[in-house]
């Protein structure tokens, strides 16, 4: 059973930034295409970027330009570099494969206020 675990949430001001970070236990990792996703209080969970085996890279438009996404293959962890935040941003973060198949973990709580 592969195990994600998101890490490196908390309160941010807008305009401020943020990293996330995704370990997987998996050890076929670095074949996955994955994803970050988010949850938002009252919404679906909507996948925000992807990132596949290969390094190819996908943003939702309303992250464009402003989060980026990569792995380490090694470390079998992908992270989501977040800048100039929004409140809109706010949600609880998760990852997951691009087409999630996994169980999902905990998630990470992104609180985006002043």
């Known amino acids: 059973q592969v195990q994600l675990v998101e890490s490196g949430g908390g309160l941010v001001q807008p305009g401020g930034s943020l990293r996330l970070s995704c370990a997987a236990s998996?050890?076929?990792?670095?074949?996955?295409?994955m994803g970050w996703f988010r949850q938002a209080p009252g919404k679906q969970r909507e996948l925000v970027a992807g990132?596949?085996?290969?390094?190819?890279?996908s943003y939702a438009d309303s992250v464009k330009g402003r989060f980026t996404i990569c792995r380490d293959n090694t470390k079998k962890t992908v992270d989501l570099q977040m800048n100039n935040v929004k409140p809109e941003d706010t949600a609880v973060y998760y990852c997951?494969?691009?087409?999630?198949?996994?169980?999902w973990g905990q998630g990470t709580q992104v609180p985006v206020s002043s």
């Open positions: 990132i596949t085996s290969g390094g190819s890279t």
């Open positions: 997951n494969t691009w087409t999630p198949v996994l169980s």
């Open positions: 998996a050890t076929a990792f670095r074949f996955y295409n």
